[in-house]
């Protein structure tokens, strides 16, 4: 029995309509902190370059992980973050984390399931409003916590308008937080302090990696090399 192309093709636009938001392209001097069950780690992303830019996926069945984007080139001057202040920021937005799992598992798993399995009209639209109630409770958790996070309205009005007109991007509102907040301080310090050896000298080959393939751009020139060269001296130092 053939499937309905159009259940398929919904299917198919939902899962790449998550995807394509998750997906980050970061510049050449920016590198990811992320959080899991073992710790923290710093990487690049992945090698794929698009028009100067690195594609960065992450793991589509963990949206609650998190992932900070920081330059290692400008470090920020604020007050660096810790392992400790990380975990209280995640444990603080621990209810949008459990609402975009629990979001995911709806549009990503019960509605392709219904979609193409009974396709009951009822059970399909049950499936989509438990979805929107999801998204509407994590919209007024981040009003309630919009000071906190130093969130403007215009900033959450953004956020609502996306989640609730395009569903499947709600599943990265805790990714999009984390974007917006970003880390704060030298990441390669903070990787210094928290990888081990193996896994800073890999850190410190994509970083001389990036540098390398930038330094041959015709605008890394005059001072603007100099700034690169005392960048990878300070890396070099730090992840030895």
């Given at each position: 029995?053939?499937?309905?192309?159009?259940?398929?093709?919904?299917?198919?636009?939902?899962?790449?309509?998550?995807?394509?938001?998750?997906?980050?392209?970061l510049?050449?001097?920016?590198?990811?902190?992320?959080?899991?069950?073992?710790?923290?780690?710093?990487?690049?992303?992945?090698?794929?370059?698009?028009?100067?830019?690195?594609?960065?996926?992450?793991?589509?069945?963990?949206?609650?992980?998190?992932?900070?984007?920081?330059?290692?080139?400008?470090?920020?001057?604020a007050?660096?973050?810790?392992?400790?202040?990380?975990?209280?920021?995640?444990?603080?937005?621990?209810?949008?984390?459990?609402?975009?799992?629990?979001?995911?598992?709806?549009?990503?798993?019960?509605?392709?399931?219904l979609l193409?399995?009974?396709?009951?009209?009822?059970?399909?639209?049950?499936?989509?409003?438990?979805?929107?109630?999801?998204?509407?409770?994590?919209?007024?958790?981040?009003?309630?916590?919009?000071?906190?996070?130093?969130?403007?309205?215009?900033?959450?009005?953004?956020?609502?308008?996306?989640?609730?007109?395009?569903?499947?991007?709600?599943?990265?509102?805790?990714?999009?937080?984390?974007?917006?907040?970003?880390?704060?301080g030298?990441?390669?310090?903070?990787?210094?302090?928290?990888?081990?050896?193996?896994?800073?000298?890999?850190?410190?080959?994509?970083?001389?990696?990036?540098?390398?393939?930038?330094?041959?751009?015709?605008?890394?020139?005059?001072?603007?090399?100099?700034?690169?060269?005392?960048?990878r001296?300070?890396?070099?130092?730090?992840?030895?």
């Open positions: 029995m053939n499937l309905p192309e159009a259940e398929v093709l919904l299917v198919i636009a939902l899962v790449a309509l998550y995807l394509q938001d998750s997906a980050l392209l510049h050449f001097d920016e590198v990811l902190v992320e959080g899991d069950g073992r710790g923290w780690r710093v990487s690049t992303g992945t090698g794929l370059e698009l028009r100067g830019r690195f594609l960065s996926i992450p793991n589509p069945l963990l949206p609650m992980r998190t992932r900070l984007p920081a330059s290692w080139l400008h470090a920020g001057g007050e660096p973050d810790t392992p400790r202040e990380l975990a209280r920021h995640a444990r603080m937005l621990w209810p949008l984390r459990l609402g975009c799992t629990l979001t995911g598992v709806v549009l990503l798993g019960v509605m392709p399931w193409l399995g009974s396709r009951d009209p009822l059970q399909l639209l049950a499936a989509l409003a438990s979805a929107w109630l999801l998204i509407i409770a994590m919209l007024v958790y981040l009003a309630m916590r919009r000071a906190t996070l130093q969130m403007s309205r215009r900033q959450l009005a953004g956020l609502a308008a996306e989640a609730l007109l395009c569903p499947p991007h709600a599943i990265n509102l805790y990714r999009r937080l984390c974007a917006m907040r970003g880390f704060r030298d990441p390669i310090a903070f990787a210094a302090s928290q990888l081990p050896d193996h896994e800073r000298q890999r850190l410190r080959t994509s970083i001389d990696a990036r540098l390398d393939l930038f330094t041959l751009a015709d605008h890394a020139v005059g001072h603007r090399g100099a700034a690169l060269a005392s960048a001296t300070r890396v070099a130092g730090l992840l030895r």
